[in-house]
C-alpha cells in the first residue's frame, strides 16, 4: 500500500450511503447488499496510512520537577545560568522577577507557576533559557538543561491531561513520552508575560 493515499472520507461516506439504504429497504437485491458488506469489509482491513516521520522540529529538553518540557531551538538565543533576581511591582506572579543580561533587562517566566506545578525553592542548579524572535525576549526558569532532540511532529497530540483553559493554548503538544514541547512564539507575543506591557529588549 506505499505510496498510495487512501480518500477515507469518501469512503465513510460511501459505506454510511449504503447503510442508509439497507436500513430503509430500498436495497432488496441480496447480492446487491452482499457486495456492500464485502466491500465494507475490504475498507475495514485496509490499515491507516503510516504517519510522516520526517518532519520534526528541532527542540531543546528541560525538566521542571518530575516533568519534561521542551522549546523550540529556533527560539532559543542562549542557555545562562540564574543570578541576580529582581522582583518588580505590579508584574504578574508567573514573572519571577527580572535580571539584568549584559545591559538587557530580561522578564523571567516561571513556569512552575505558570502550569501550576509543585513549588521549589530557587537552588544554583536553576537555568533561564532565554528565547527570542528578534523583537522580545523572555526568560524561561528551568531545573535543568536535558539536551536538544528532533522530535517527530507526528507524534505530537494536543494540550495536557492536567491543563485548561489559557495555559494549554502555550502547549503546542505533547508526545508519548509525556514531552510537552512550548509554544515558544505565543509566549513571546503574549503582552501579559511582558514587563509594564514593553516588549522586553
Given at each position: ?9 469518501a469512503i465513510h461516506v460511501r459505506l454510511a450511503a449504503a ?8 436495497l432488496q437485491d441480496p447480492k446487491e447488499v452482499r457486495r ?83 513549588p521549589k525553592g530557587l537552588t544554583e542548579l536553576n537555568r ?74
Amino acid at each position: 500500500m506505499q505510496g498510495r493515499t487512501i480518500d477515507w472520507k469518501a469512503i465513510h461516506v460511501r459505506l454510511a450511503a449504503a447503510e442508509a439504504s439497507v436500513r430503509d429497504g430500498s436495497l432488496q437485491d441480496p447480492k446487491e447488499v452482499r457486495r456492500i458488506l464485502e466491500a465494507r469489509a475490504r475498507a475495514a482491513a485496509i490499515p491507516p496510512a503510516a504517519p510522516d516521520e520526517s518532519e520534526r522540529l528541532e527542540a531543546l529538553v528541560f525538566s521542571l520537577g518530575q516533568e519534561s518540557y521542551a522549546v523550540e531551538a529556533r527560539f532559543v538565543t542562549e542557555v545562562c545560568a540564574l543570578r541576580s533576581l529582581t522582583q518588580v511591582p505590579c508584574t504578574p506572579a508567573v514573572i519571577a522577577g527580572v535580571m539584568n543580561l549584559r545591559g538587557r533587562i530580561l522578564a523571567i517566566l516561571d513556569l512552575r507557576r505558570f502550569f501550576e506545578l509543585p513549588p521549589k525553592g530557587l537552588t544554583e542548579l536553576n537555568r533561564i533559557i532565554v528565547i527570542g524572535d528578534g523583537e522580545n525576549e523572555l526568560g524561561l526558569l528551568a531545573d535543568a538543561i536535558v539536551e536538544v532532540q528532533q522530535v517527530p511532529l507526528a507524534q505530537l497530540q494536543e494540550g495536557l491531561p492536567t491543563l485548561g483553559g489559557i495555559r494549554e493554548r502555550f502547549i503546542r503538544g505533547v508526545n508519548a513520552n509525556m514531552l510537552a514541547v512550548l509554544d515558544g512564539g505565543l509566549l513571546l507575543a503574549d503582552a501579559s508575560l511582558k514587563v509594564s506591557g514593553q516588549p522586553v529588549r
